[in-house]
């Protein structure tokens, strides 16, 4: 959901079957908003509600926290398998597999 500055819905794109811990979307430093859309998709939005990008996880990857706005640029995404920085033109700047604990 985007609001204006008055606390008006300006608009909104369904999410239906994204887990609560999911569901939570970033507003960007560029003003666009990446959610979401499904356990392996999220999808950014510019202020006028159009697509900017998608980004999708490959295989068994499945999203386990909501999209966070990198505090430089853009977006970052951390799976089962390994932690993402997205650029804001969507491309993956960096990935870096996630090891398991060795307790």
Known sequence: VA???DGKRVWSVPAPGVAPELAEPAALL????????SPSAMVAYRPDATQAWTFRLEGDERFVAAP???ETEGAI???NGAVY???????VRWRN???PSRN
């Open 3 to 5: 609001i204006a500055a």
């Open 30 to 37: 560029d003003s666009v908003v990446v959610a979401a859309t």
């Open 68 to 70: 966070r706005r990198s």
């Open 77 to 79: 995404a951390i799976s």
């Open 85 to 91: 920085a997205i650029a804001p033109d969507g491309t």
């Open 97 to 99: 597999t996630l090891e």
